[in-house]
């Protein structure tokens, strides 16, 4: 799941941009591989670069993280068809 919110103003309060995922992980390299996969939805605000294609739904697929978990980074999934930038970071962090 991707949602992206435009900045706006409603009822004279401003709001920011906004983005949330919701990714479903696989178990990790220490979990044995019968290991349920999770969810974790992770959001931020002002994001720089929002693109979606249909493309990133096509199935699991190697997610790329770049920057810092606490602060500016991205997340590629697809090689582009789910591009995300978060000049001021993710909440919670990806873990």
């Known amino acids: 799941m991707a949602s992206w919110t435009a900045a706006h103003t409603t009822y004279g ?3 920011p941009a906004g983005a949330r995922l919701q990714l479903a992980l ?4 220490e979990e044995a591989p019968a290991a349920a996969w999770r969810l974790r939805t992770v959001d931020c605000a002002g994001p720089e670069v929002f693109r979606l ?4 739904f096509r199935g ?10 606490a ?9 582009g068809a789910l591009h995300v930038v ?4 993710w909440s919670p962090p990806l873990d």
Request: charged share 20%.
């Open 13 to 15: 309060v401003e709001h």
């Open 26 to 29: 696989p178990p990790g390299t």
């Open 53 to 56: 294609r249909t493309a990133a």
């Open 60 to 69: 699991p697929g190697p997610l790329v993280r770049s920057g810092q978990p």
């Open 71 to 79: 602060g500016a980074g991205g997340l590629d999934l697809h090689e």
């Open 86 to 89: 978060a000049g001021d970071g």
